[in-house]
Nanobody, 121 residues
Framework: QVQLVESGGGLVQAGGSLRLSCAASGSIFSINRMGWYRQAPGKSRELLATITSGGSTTYGDSVKGRFSISRDNAKNTVSLQMNSLKLEDTAVYYC???????????????WGQGTQVTVSS
């Protein structure tokens, strides 16, 4: 099994910055994509950013220009730098990785437990 643990969430004022981190551990043979989602009350899970093992990134329209994703392949970690935070960024943030546990296993999505980010006025 692959486990992911997020950290760095908390309360921040609008216009401020916050950095989230996620560490993957367990039976990891290979990790393809890593990324971040968020889910606000009453809304579906929203894809924020992804990054491949080679460093190619994608961003959701709502966070382009404000959020930046990065990863450390040697440490199996992924981070999300969030700047110019808005009230509507309040949500539970989840990291994920698309990983293979071994040569006989298919690539599978794994999820962290989530970390709360609350943006205040």
């Amino acid at each position: 099994q692959v486990q992911l643990v997020e950290s760095g969430g908390g309360l921040v004022q609008a216009g401020g910055s916050l950095r989230l981190s996620c560490a993957a551990s367990g039976s990891i043979f290979s990790i393809n994509r890593m990324g971040w989602y968020r889910q606000a009350p009453g809304k579906s899970r929203e894809l924020l950013a992804t990054i491949t093992s080679g460093g190619s990134t994608t961003y959701g329209d709502s966070v382009k220009g404000r959020f930046s994703i990065s990863r450390d392949n040697a440490k199996n970690t992924v981070s999300l730098q969030m700047n110019s935070l808005k009230l509507e960024d309040t949500a539970v943030y989840y990291c994920y990785c698309n990983a293979k546990r071994g040569v006989i296993y298919a690539y599978t999505d794994y999820w962290g437990q989530g970390t709360q980010v609350t943006v205040s006025s």
